[in-house]
């Protein structure tokens, strides 16, 4: 136990009060997407471990990607990822950036990690789905690395 712990546990039972919370909030991302994935945009879902305030969309980082759509209060939040490019999408949630009722910051998600792409995917007529449209080739395999 921490000293902080002890020392409040102490206080608590002398002066006939509750301890105080000292739990921190933890925050698991999840989709309802599975990788590989062609979806667009990507579904996210932020599950923390406890009511938190202060979680705002700028709170998000994408790697190859961008959220937006961002939705949610109390302990789930919504966002929609676009993927920039045919590849790995991460997205992670940095510690300390929303707190709970006490006060205590949350810690930093694990990384989410989906591959956005198709997986033996080959077409030959030419013409791209979107959001390659545009592009042009006679044939074409693109896998998961």
Sequence with gaps: MLHAEAS???????????????????VAITSTENSPTTALPIPIVFTFSETVTGFVIGDITVGNGSAGNFAGAGAVYTCDVTPTAIGTVTVDVGAAVCVDGAGNANTAATQFTIFFGLENFTYSDGALPSPWSGARISAAILRQA
Excluded at 8 to 24: E, Q, Y
């Design 8 to 26: 409040a546990l102490f206080v608590s039972a002398v002066m006939g009060g509750s301890a105080p919370d000292t739990t921190v909030p933890t």
